[in-house]
């Protein structure tokens, strides 16, 4: 990026700097004004992505402090892609900065939430592997396997109720989140993504095999963090999530 390009993108995201100068219209006229529709239309198209990517974040904001933190974010955080739909990634730490909002400590994760979703929808597709593949393995095969994800996969750990409160903040009749620790797992079986609670354990065991560790290595992990932890009801979820595409023996 060159001086002038530098200076017309600083511009662009801050209303106090005045138009580049040199800036004409298709006449050889000033365009100052021209500049300012096209300044203001920018940051409205961003803050619409902001919208889109964060509504649970607006919701608990309120839509006049999400729009100022938003905008003030936009400024500090010009976009790298022209891709809106991947606008926001640093969201989550801005906000984590934001001195008035630490007594609301559970938002960067919820914005994190927010951001995964959006990851799992727009990530390739890929099959799942039905139950029956599994099953045909034979026992003493198990502790070998290794599993191939699908591309929408993500995992959240969180110290809050990250799943409760985004649903409470997005969902018709949500209940009442409970004030404990959550892990989601976000997957996207059909064409939305879907978020799930699951344990902390389970989130172990398919991040250790996310890092293509085997099943008897990730059981291990797993049971040192739950001891009952149950392996048939994980690969049950797992299954049902649809989140398995291939199984290497």
């Not at 100068?21 to 365009?31: C, I, N, S, V």
């Not at 300044?39 to 649970?56: C, D, H, K, Y």
């Not at 409470?168 to 009749?173: E, F």
């Amino acid at each position: 990026m060159n001086v002038k390009q530098a200076a017309f993108a600083n511009a662009l995201l801050n209303p106090a700097q005045a138009a580049p100068e040199g800036l004409t219209d298709p006449q050889g006229r000033p365009a100052g004004k021209r500049f300012d529709v096209y300044r203001n239309n920018v940051v409205f198209s961003l803050f619409e992505a902001m919208q889109t990517a964060f509504p649970a974040i607006e919701t608990l904001l309120g839509a006049a402090l999400f729009r100022e933190i938003s905008i003030d974010f936009i400024r500090k955080n010009p976009p790298d892609t022209p891709m809106l739909m991947f606008y926001g990634t640093g969201f989550a730490e801005f906000l984590h900065t934001l001195e008035p909002l630490a007594k609301y400590p559970f938002l960067p994760d919820v914005a994190r939430l927010e951001l995964l979703r959006r990851e799992a929808y727009h990530a390739a597709d890929a099959p799942a592997i039905s139950a029956d593949a599994l099953a045909a393995i034979a026992p003493e095969k198990l502790i070998r396997l290794r599993f191939e994800f699908t591309p929408a996969l993500r995992l959240l750990h969180s110290d809050f109720p990250v799943v409760g409160i985004w649903e409470y903040n997005t969902a018709d009749n949500a209940a009442k989140p409970e004030q404990i620790p959550q892990t989601a797992l976000i997957s996207r079986p059909a064409f939305d993504p879907v978020v799930t609670p699951i344990s902390a354990a389970t989130g172990f065991f398919v991040g250790r095999m996310q890092q293509d560790e085997t099943l008897g290595s990730a059981f291990d992990t797993a049971t040192q963090h739950t001891p009952d932890f149950d392996l048939g009801a994980t690969l049950g979820l797992m299954l049902q999530t649809e989140i398995i595409t291939k199984i290497i023996l």
